[in-house]
């Protein structure tokens, strides 16, 4: 009896061994041209390093945005803040960057790329501190929050235009090139609008009523 649960352990690693190194061959696949004699079958998913560098800290900073919304959603949703529509828009928010960063890293797959260092993906800013100051006459936490929010899509966006530099470059990527300019420019431009127009509003309320402004706003435009 404990002689074949011995054998049994001793196969059961022998096959965790041989399926790592068939899982670190197939990862490697694709570094070589070709093989001997045969056709160069990599050519497919030839890409600029440059260019896929930077598609790899995009994909970093969609998901260090998604945390950064968390953030906010969780602290609004906080029942000592409770402004139920500022928290169902940071929620939002933080659901569409992270699918943002699921597209990117589906594309980089779609084009024979690895999307991220498996071992050491981390984010960078996710952990900047949230500026929720007590409200003054002319400023709130949910104003701020807003601000926040925008001062971040223009990072986001002006990192995209940074990709696109370097993708269209050298190697003229012009399918990653329209994809990005198309689809994440498009809903950037109009997530900073909305964004610029509700810090528009939220300042004019403020200064009409300092104490209601959040609660009325939350009401009416989140
Ligand atoms: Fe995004």
Redo the contacts with the bound molecule.
Sequence with gaps: MMKSIFFGIVALMFAAVVMNQEQASVLAEGSTSGSAGGPDITKWKKMDDSCTNKLHEQIK??FD?SIFYLQYAAYFANYKVNLPGFEKFFFDAAS??RQ??MKLIEYALMRGQNPIDYNRFSLTNAAKKLETEPSTKTSTPALKALEQALER?QI?TSSIRDVIKACENETNDYHLVDYLTGE?LE??HQGQRDLAGKIAMLKKMLKTNPHLGDFIFDKQNM
């Design positions: 900073k969609e945005a569409e960057e943002h960063g899509e986001v994440f809903e950037q």
